[in-house]
């Protein structure tokens, strides 16, 4: 909810320093790639990851010795949630493309750190996935390390 007066803020921050030609490519790259990702992002969680993580939480072998007491608010709730951690996480190639816009990462750095990334992907996404089932944490790692990876392509051919 706070994100995109989040964003204006930090716009209205950076905008000064910015050269005319950095900050208009700047302006569409944020206002549409944000969009744009986040809206892919929630959507993938909540039609896909969302249901999928749902299938295995509530399978036989693992519900077997409990009773299940699911609720449509529940139900609900653990959606959304997956829909805006995925769109968040849909939002590592826009960030890794600004920051290379404003010369604060380089492409061969990030390049040789590769595992380090696959590593701090990993962490985070073990804290942030609302399930402790390690299949989530499998699917959401390797979308989260193909979108790293997407944000390098992106950075390697940006002028």
């Keep these: ?11 209205r921050f950076v905008h000064p320093a910015l050269h005319k030609s950095t900050e208009r490519s700047l302006g569409w790259m944020i ?3 944000s969009l744009v990702f986040f809206a892919v ?3 993938v969680g909540v039609f896909q990851l969302g249901p999928f ?7 036989p072998a693992i519900v077997q010795p409990f009773t299940m007491l699911l609720s449509a608010e529940s139900v609900f709730s653990f959606l959304l949630m997956m829909g805006v951690i995925c769109g968040f ?30 590593l701090i992907i990993l962490i985070a996404l073990a804290v942030l996935t609302p399930t402790g089932d390690a299949v989530t944490l499998a ?21």
């Design 1 to 11: 909810m706070v994100l995109p007066v989040m964003v204006y803020q930090l716009w």
């Design 31 to 33: 206002a549409f790639g």
């Design 41 to 43: 992002g929630l959507a």
């Design 53 to 59: 993580s749902l299938r295995v939480l509530t399978s």
């Design 89 to 118: 996480i849909f939002e590592v190639p826009l960030v890794l493309m600004i920051a290379g816009k404003l010369n604060l990462i380089q492409y061969s750095t990030l390049a040789k750190r590769r595992k380090e990334a696959l």
């Design 139 to 159: 699917v959401t790692t390797t979308a989260g390390y193909c979108l790293w990876e997407l944000g390098l392509v992106f950075l390697r051919f940006q002028k």
